[in-house]
């Protein structure tokens, strides 16, 4: 059973670090599409996440429109299956997953950064998303974290 929200709203209003040992998944449920909104002035979030990662409903609202108030971290070791994004919900933020692919299903707007150990795929679904790197996270360190890697290519077709 995943940990996550089915039809929920969570709003943060402050730096929230959440740690799911576990799969998470935003999604919908009777109460209608879930969402994260991260808000103004002082809402960010940090998510470790040691499981499968599926973001749907309407995904995580940055609200702030500043990649570096939201993090996701996935920690798995595993490098089967992937961090999927199945909505179409836009994202503003930063996923970085370690030891799996991040597989974009669906058109979205993503502004900020998309980070894999292996690879970014947009798979059949994903016709024509939008992606806009922030070069400045760049240079952005989040605290307790160690990013195994950088992004030394840059391939856009």
Known sequence: MPTGLLG?????????KMVVNGNFKIGSGPGGPAKIVVRPPDGALQIFISGDVTLDGDGIVNQTNDPRKVALFCTDNSTTNSVKYTGAADFCGVIYSENKPIDIQQNAT???ALLSGQYVRFSSGA???QFHYDTALRHVRFSNVTTPY???LLTES
Do not use: A
């Open 8 to 16: 929920y709203t969570l709003n943060i209003d402050r730096p929230v």
């Open 110 to 112: 993503f502004s900020g």
């Open 127 to 129: 016709t024509n998303p």
């Open 150 to 152: 950088i992004i030394t």
